[in-house]
Nanobody, 124 residues
Framework: QVQLVESGGGLVLPGGSLRLSCAASGLTFSRNVMGWFRQAPGKEREFVAAISWSGGSTVYADSVKGRFTIARDNAKNTVGLQMNSLKPEDTAVYYC?????????????????WGQGTQVTVSS
């Protein structure tokens, strides 16, 4: 059974940083594209970042480019999302997802497995 478990969410001041982590089990982690998505209240789920099998290729949403960094550790079956210069509009539930394909992308319907999410709140 595939499990994706996110952690690291919380409340942070604008301009602050958080690091999210996603621990995966029950799948061949190193053969899955990993992605992060987020969903704010009343809005659709949106793409944040994705990373290839080896970690050598990454893609980001324009809204987070230059502020967020996705990275993976295939030895530990984890993928992280370093979030810097956080803004109130980054407030959302953040989800980790896995895709059995090979190319990192931002299409949520093509991801096969999802975590339960972790809340990130950016507020003063």
């Amino acid at each position: 059974q595939v499990q994706l478990v996110e952690s690291g969410g919380g409340l942070v001041l604008p301009g602050g940083s958080l690091r999210l982590s996603c621990a995966a089990s029950g799948l061949t982690f190193s053969r899955n594209v990993m992605g992060w998505f987020r969903q704010a209240p009343g809005k659709e789920r949106e793409f944040v970042a994705a990373i290839s099998w080896s970690g050598g290729s990454t893609v980001y949403a324009d809204s987070v480019k230059g502020r967020f960094t996705i990275a993976r550790d295939n030895a530990k079956n984890t993928v992280g999302l370093q979030m810097n210069s956080l803004k109130p509009e980054d407030t959302a539930v953040y989800y980790c997802a896995a895709d059995k394909g090979w190319r990192p992308h931002g299409i949520p319907t093509n991801y096969d497995y999802w975590g339960q999410g972790t809340q990130v709140t950016v507020s003063s």
